[in-house]
């Protein structure tokens, strides 16, 4: 409950300060190799394993949005809330055993996957959509999807009466449109307005901050970007009492594109990506079992693989270079995948846990290979 109304003060804390990402270099650079492989891609040697530089220097350098509400929100002391901070302290417990041995790197849309390839952070958890172009030609590589998110549209019933979850692109035909450049976003909307063949006018911002004021100020009258963050900008502007929030409808149902977000390490860093995807997995595999921070302690031996994963007979943590408790140290200092969703996304702003981000057995795609 603490941590939930932490996490509320702070995003309200933030929500008219929120800042942002801009220009996406990921789809049109294809960088000479620095010092390449065979493939000619650039690959970034940064001579010692990530893993061995995080542990030398006793602490991790996560790269987050730090104005992306429930995903990381930072603020000047450093610390930063959200489902992705989340992310980054768990990595952070897995490889050092302290959860708060993190420092967060706020990077924008277009300095996200440089600072990563350069070295100037180890890992970058920063609702990050995993795409052909950015996984195969840029030299980094996705681990394990943590938010599948979808793009949507979001539109006052003031601007467009008769606006319901129904509506689709069709719908805004001769609007101007609100984005992030450089994004995901600015593509997918422009595709879409092809394909619908509608006429729409872009503005685009550098930063979140950018496109959300130009939506409030009324210099555009649609908003769109991961459903995520316009769910999370009308329940915060609610919070903020901006009643206009009320008349804000969020279309189509069914979102015009995939998101699915989740963290990126360098490539060719093989025993980088295997600790933090398996610390993603770790977190899914206490949700499967319905353990979590407050019960591991009592269910960690109720199955021989809970017994693996947590340090007991038979773990395979210390034969990828982490203490044997490493994942153990994941769920009690910041929980099961179901706990961080619950303590950074739907207790502060509402957002439910449904559909692909579900497990598996509940018809999500939320899963993870057996821990032998
Ligand atoms: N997932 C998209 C980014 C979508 C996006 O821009 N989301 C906004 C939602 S608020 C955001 O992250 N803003 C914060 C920021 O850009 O730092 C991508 O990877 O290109």
Known sequence: MLKRLAVLFAVLALVAAACGGSDDSSDTTTTTAAEGDSSGQETIDTGESTLATVVARGKLICGVSGSAIGFSVSDDTGNSVGFDADYCRAVAAATLGDATAVEFRDLTAAERFEALKNGEIDVLIRNSTWTQSRDADIGVQFATTTYYDGQQILASTDAFPGLSTESGIADIDGATVCVNAGT????????????????????????????????????????????????????????????????????????????????????????????????????????????????????????????????????????????????????????????????????????????PNLQWFDGGLIYAPPAR
């Open 184 to 355: 995901t976003t600015e593509k997918n909307i422009t595709e879409g307005a092809q394909v619908n063949g509608i006429t729409i006018t872009l503005e685009t911002y550098e930063d979140t901050a950018g496109t959300q004021e130009a939506y409030l100020a009324g210099t555009c009258d649609v908003y769109t970007t991961d459903g995520s963050g316009l769910f999370a900008f009308r329940s915060a502007q609610g919070q903020l009492e901006n009643a206009d929030a009320a008349n804000w409808v969020i279309f189509p149902g069914a979102p015009i594109s995939k998101e699915p977000l989740g963290p990126v390490t360098r490539q060719n860093d093989d025993a980088w990506f295997d600790i933090v995807n398996w610390t993603v997995f770790a977190t899914f595999i206490a949700d499967e079992a319905g353990i979590d921070s407050t019960n591991v302690d009592g269910m960690m031996d109720d199955t021989p693989e809970l017994t693996r994963l947590f340090g007991g007979d038979g773990e395979l943590q210390t034969a990828m270079g982490l203490n044997a408790d490493a994942f153990l140290q994941v769920i009690k200092q910041v929980g099961s995948y179901g706990e961080i969703f619950e303590n950074t996304l739907t207790g502060p702003l509402g957002l439910e846990r449904s559909g």
